[in-house]
């Protein structure tokens, strides 16, 4: 097996993620398997009970492991099925170590961080970076790892030992380390700074790595004597210092890297020059260059509640970019806090509760989110209930879909306390109940997680036919409330359909209201399965009903062509 560690300097939010995606993309284009690891130093055991606006997004997978949401652009980046453990955490090898202690497997000794977690960080890279995820057989070419964090964090030392070892027992010419850093500008100057690049390489050195490549971030292209410098002082050939600047859009990345010939300096750092293959990159660049090039777009509104972190829905925003690609149009998305379209924030903050539905009626469409806890619930409800009223196409998902079906109760059934017992433990209506084999005690890895199958009650629905008139379709979930089953025959006698069903028959997955342009909700997750030429199903009929395109583009399918 062959590594490619990715480890990132001076500051986070580098983009690491991307830079290690991209990597396996020009590999990948080589001829060659890749798989990804996402190495997190927090003590957290996954990230399913962190708050989107401290980590990002969630990333559910197929096997239901909670991940970073790196994984999320290693999946949509190489077209991979990864599992929970392609991410390891500090807080998955604290606990599998201590499971051993108390099982008595060290035999007496006394357990600490070298050799102990270190070994135990070894064991799981090697033993995961062996498992295929691409659906061959047999194991991949190139394993890329991303450590998480900045080299020097406290919480990271024992994985940079743990890899210095790795790369001291795998050898030379299986070990490739890319460090990532940042190369600033200061304003007064205009002189690009590598002070703090060579700081970081001597924090790295000093715990016994030695970058090979050096991937420099910056906000214009790196000028020759900057890379004369760092080539200097970081020890690092110039032609191995790679710059990544800004570009339009995170698809150019790859291309930027082929650019450079970095695959060239992987290649010969790992001794694969002699079976690897010329980059073979024209559908990537056909991707990066027709999304430069989109000149119309579609207005979309995004209600949700954590709409000051834009990464809190990553894969939501990813799959509406594939979407739209599909279409010939650039997404221009409008966030919306849920809250300020609420009655009481019409006293409390005038101004944002006139701009939000000022926002909402202008959007060609409007899509809300998953999310938990009730802040901003009444005004995902006015979103729905808008939208519905209106004949504007709208997509919910998650919660999302029970927002509709709370609507849908209180409006058209005139349940006035209609609510989720998520939200009102006392409603005298609970359209949307919790599972019965839910947790009420433990948060981690409670919820109904992972790919589970939707059958189709009937092809003849939307929501079939923009999955090829599928009979099922395996998604995503991550819920831990669903619509309660007795309202069932009483919504659909009012005109709410529930079109998808779960295999048991009682647990709804897809609602749709006919006779409207496009109101569907749906219970799974589409975005975490969406890919850039491989759109989300209910994602590209949000965007084709907006435009008035859904009824050609199903007539034309349904023909065949």
Known sequence: MKYVLVTGGVVSGLGKGVTASSIGVVLKACGLRVTSIKIDPYLNTDAGTMSPFEHGEVFVLDDGGEVDLDLGNYERFLDVTLTKENNITTGKIYQSVLDKERKGDFLGKTVQVVPHITDAIKERIESVAHVPVDGKEGPADVCVIE???????????????????????????NFCLIHVSLIPVLGVVGEQKTKPTQHSVRELRALGLTPHLLACRSAQPLLDNTKQKLSQFCHVPAANILNIHDVPNIWHIPLLLRN???????????????IATPPDLEAWTRMAETFDNLTDSVRIAMVGKYVGLTDSYLSVVKAL???????????????????????????SAPEAHAAAWKTLRNAECVLVPGGFGDRGVSGMILAAKYARENNVPYLGICLGM?????????????????????????????????????????????????????????TDC????????????????????????????????????FVGKDETGKRMEVLELPGHPFYVGVQFHPEFKSRPGKPSAPFLGLILSAKGQLEAYLNRHQNGS
Not at 466 to 492: G, K, T
């Open 321 to 347: 970019l594939h979407a739209c690609i599909a279409c010939s149009l650039k997404p221009s998305i409008d966030w919306i806090a849920a809250s300020d379209l609420e009655d009481d924030s019409a006293e």
């Open 462 to 497: 939307v929501t079939s036919k923009l999955y090829c008139n599928a009979q099922y379709v395996d998604e995503r979930h991550r819920h831990r409330y669903e619509v309660n089953p007795d309202i069932i025959e009483v919504l659909e006698e009012a005109g709410l359909k």
């Open 147 to 173: 450590l998480g964090g900045t080299v020097g964090d406290i919480e990271s030392m024992p994985f940079i030992e743990a890899l210095r070892q790795l790369f001291f027992s795998v050898g030379h010419d």
């Open 402 to 458: 029970q927002i509709s079906v709370i609507e849908y109760a209180r409006s058209v059934l005139g349940f006035e306390r209609a609510n989720s017992a998520e939200f009102d433990k006392e409603t005298p209506n609970p359209v949307v109940i919790f599972m019965p084999e839910g947790s009420r005690t433990h948060m981690g890895s409670t919820m109904r997680l992972g790919s589970r199958r939707t059958l189709f009650q009937t």
């Open 260 to 274: 450079q010939n970095a695959h060239h300096s992987i290649l010969k750092q790992l001794d694969l020059l002699s």
